[in-house]
């Protein structure tokens, strides 16, 4: 059977979103991203789900540093729905509880369910990881909030559905592997991602991407940050709608080439999510 490595406790989001996005799968939980990535280079693993960003919170740290520099190529997207529950061990009633433990950005997107039943927020480093706490705990006083799966696993009861906040809470994840898939270049709706670094100087960063703009390609996603501290040097990460072997693209990244150090992570086809959300 086939494994994806994902970061993250068993039950967590991520283990979630592998297994909805590859049914049947081994899911393989790994203690940081780094680590996810590295059961894939060591063929422990045959991908690595890895979280990009989140329609609330943005940006996920470390994955812009970590994915030029991984060996890996992206592969595919997934977009998850993030469906926060709480849960708690079985004899709990809301009417008992007083503490609910998670991951900070769980908490700050559940701030109406904390306010309603007066509970305590309580900083946990991970969701399922909280989830696996209070099974052990046991007690009538404390809930977690994580995922249905993570109640699945640690044998937990599910209080309440979708506690969120925002009904569009949503995390996209890269689908990483240790060589590139490239799809047919008429395959449709394929996305391109890439980084870029330009030197800092007038306009750079203009002429740099002029050619995205004469051929008519767009993009999608568009992200600065600093390498290895210093102000001068600026990284982009990029995603980009098309193939690169399509003669739009093919002369954008020509052109990229000639005024940025260019690096291709992967060509993949666009998860339906965001194809339903383009048409929209």
């Not at 509970?119 to 006083?141: N, Q, Y």
Request: charged share 20%; with cysteine; proline share 5%.
């Amino acid at each position: 059977m086939p494994i994806i490595a994902f970061q993250g406790f068993l039950g967590a989001y991520s283990d979630l979103a592998c297994r909805h996005a590859f049914p049947g799968w081994t899911t393989l939980p790994c203690a940081s991203f780094e680590a996810a990535m590295q059961a894939v280079r060591e063929n422990r693993a045959e991908l690595a789900m890895l979280p990009c960003e989140n329609s609330l919170a943005g940006r996920v740290p470390d994955i812009h540093r970590l994915l030029p520099e991984s060996g890996l190529h992206v592969v595919g997207e997934h977009f998850e729905r993030v469906e926060h529950c709480l849960l708690a061990p079985h004899g709990t009633t809301e009417a008992t509880l007083k503490r609910a433990h998670s991951h900070p950005m769980a908490l700050g997107q559940v701030l109406n369910i904390l306010k309603e039943l007066n509970l305590e927020g309580v900083i946990e480093a991970d969701t399922a990881g909280a989830a696996a706490l209070i099974a052990e705990r046991g007690g009538v006083e404390d809930a977690a909030i994580a995922s249905s799966l993570a109640a699945e696993v640690y044998g937990l009861k599910i209080l309440r559905l979708n506690v969120e906040d925002a009904e569009h809470n949503t995390t996209r994840f890269y689908v990483m592997a240790r060589e590139p898939r490239l799809p047919p270049v008429d395959a449709k709706h394929c996305v391109t991602s890439f980084v870029f670094r330009v030197r800092s100087i007038p306009a750079a960063l203009y002429k740099a991407l002029g050619g995205f703009a004469t051929n008519g390609v767009n993009l999608t996603k568009l992200e600065s940050y600093m390498m290895d501290g210093r102000f001068t040097a600026t990284q982009f990460l990029c995603d980009a709608d098309g193939h690169p072997d399509e003669p739009g693209m093919a002369r954008a990244l020509e052109e990229l080439r000639f005024f940025a150090e260019l690096r291709i992570l992967g060509t993949y086809v666009a998860h339906p999510y965001r194809i339903q959300n383009e048409s929209n």
